[in-house]
């Protein structure tokens, strides 16, 4: 029992990290075989073959869920813990199943990985950055949606007329301001006339420095935070 | 009056708080109203119900504007301030209704928003990293507009005689020079020749530096700046 | 004649920074009219308009030029320094009518603004900034063309073969290499099988770190050559 | 003897960087000669010439080869280092004749480029700076991988009903996801039911910081280890 406990709970002893590595692993594949399960048009036995695989590793999930259950001292702590909440949620939606599937958020186990940065300092190090830097973040979260705004407005005024059938409303005009300060720039919609280009122009100058600052100065913050160690 | 005078004009008691958090909800909820009314082939009882929405919305806030002007102690620095003068726009065009629709200047009063940042350190710490950087900024401005034209020359030369209808002129090489050294790329000018290509290359190389580091200046002196507190 | 040297040499002096503002208004009009000259389609007097203006700037920055020749002491220094020759090669090819047409080089005449900054620190900052990074900046941009190279390869073995047409040879991938690493994204060519993707994950996950640091850099060292002041 | 050994071993010699020079050279123009030789539809004395000179890198590159075991002291230890099983890989193909092309690998002997770079800093400080960030890095590429999950798994139920063709399954939304959170937004996949853009919108918020952190702070960590020295 003592043994057992030190396996599935705790993951700083040889066997512990070992029974983690073996169910992330598992909890990739059960992924894998969700993403394959989508692809369309493929034999019977292609479909049956993941079927049965999607059985066996949510049984293995859920011995697993039972077993930290029965293994953990604060059995309620644990339940309604993030990380016992999230592996319910794995396994759940296959006994119920439910019209949607849920199977998908079988990926925020994923984040069970960070247990393996727990003890180090990058975690840390960078929640003590994002905190350093959570007003400007704010700050310019709010500047970047204000922004976003005025420049749907703008383009909307400038385009609309040219290319009624693109820049339809504002709310195709926003979908392209995002596109184009993230600088993805899909290519769906673009401005054409004279004056839309001059705007983009000039709300890309703006707006290029308020949507990348943010990235700079966690970066700094993080670069602080470890030389302060 | 001297209660109304807190709840109005001041934003840092609880009162005025929450004051200023209902005026910015409706000032939020009028641009979404106003976002709603440029979608086109709605039913008749769509658009009565956002006129009427917004006519609502007007009457508040020209009530909530005539408090602040007979509030205020010092009524015409209120009146030719910039919020004042915000305030004001966002009104007017309802009641002259212009050919031209004004009314998506509205959401520059969500500018309002900052107020809140007013009395913190984030504010002022930004404002001192762009004053900081003020030189740099207008330098990388100057070379950026520089790099941009010389961009469109250049491209003109290799790309017009192969694609005479795309890069029409210098003005949509300009176009092309912004959509790519901006690294948005839309995809609606692109070069196919080999000089072309090349060219865009050397380009790309010289001015992604060029356009990327005013951002990284001012996220460093925004980290200088909080050190220095 | 000394107060002529004051107004055309120096800018430094009241009259010589006016004198340096016309010219360089002179420049910016010139270059738009050249950008104006590349529309094709328009009037007979639209052509014969900017010809005229054409003129009448060319022989203004003739005198310009002589002026300074007349003026300058160390009159072969400044014919052969930087400035001396692009003031002359703004010139000359308005009077050799060349085949090629030179005028567009008349932008670099621009780069005359930064005698403005002469004085200042920061131009002495950023050059400062390069020559501190120069080594990486030389670094990262052999990894870039390598990376970019074994980019090409990569996905030319992957997309040949299914698409022959767009993927033609080893040119047209260094094409996308360029195109995708830098993040422009044009979409004339993208990898379709599942390979050709994979292989695009994995560069950009590499590539987007190489291509982005020297900005970075840049930045951080212009900022320290800031602080050192 | 002695003399060929200074001449093709090392390299801080001015012989040896001689001799290092032209081998690079021949390394350039052998690509070169390889890219060129993936262009179809050319006359046959083009690819006649290509072959011929192909032949005469390949017996030079032998001939290098074979003098470098030759020379070299400790002989096995050379023959199984890095750059001696490089060597030995961008000339076996030619003799084996293969199916499969390798000949491009001869690109990785380019890296021998870093050999000028061996007794600088430069190379030193980059890969300091890479040890010090090596568990950010680690922590914000594992958080990239999720991330991507995520946005396919969230875009691929948004889209997948309004574009069947498109968002066929999670492997083309996965492909959405990489071109999107690198902003590189090829425009081949793009949402277009107003959930699937805000959706977007979201992600891309949170994504541009994780991806684009990595470089900030290994730019950091490089400005850094050069002060520290």
Request: charged share 20%; aromatic share 14%.
């Amino acid at each position: 029992m003592e043994l057992l406990r030190k396996i599935v709970l705790e993951s700083n002893t040889k066997k512990g990290k070992t029974f983690d590595l073996v169910i992330q692993l598992l909890i990739v594949l059960s992924i894998i075989n969700f993403t394959l399960s989508t692809i369309k048009g493929k034999s019977e036995s292609y479909y049956n073959f993941l079927n049965t695989f999607e059985k066996v590793t949510v049984i293995i999930f859920t011995v697993e869920y039972l077993l930290r259950v029965v293994l953990e001292k604060k059995k309620l702590k644990f339940i309604i813990s993030y990380f016992g909440l999230i592996d319910l949620i794995a396994i759940i939606p296959f006994y119920l199943s439910t019209g949607v599937d849920l199977r998908s958020l079988r990926a925020l186990r994923l984040l069970r990985v960070f247990k393996f940065f727990r003890y180090s300092k990058t975690l840390y190090r960078i929640s003590k950055a994002i905190k350093i830097a959570k007003q400007e973040l704010i700050l310019f979260f709010s500047l970047t949606c204000i922004l976003l705004y005025l420049a749907a407005v703008g383009i909307y005024y400038f385009e609309n007329q040219a290319q009624p059938e693109v820049f339809k409303s504002i709310f195709d005009s926003l979908w392209w301001a995002v596109a184009t300060l993230t600088t993805v720039g899909y290519g769906d919609l673009y401005p054409i006339t004279i004056g839309g280009r001059i705007f983009t122009f000039f709300i890309l100058m703006i707006g290029l420095g308020i949507v990348s600052i943010p990235a700079g100065i966690i970066a700094s913050a993080v670069s602080k935070a470890r030389e302060e160690e």
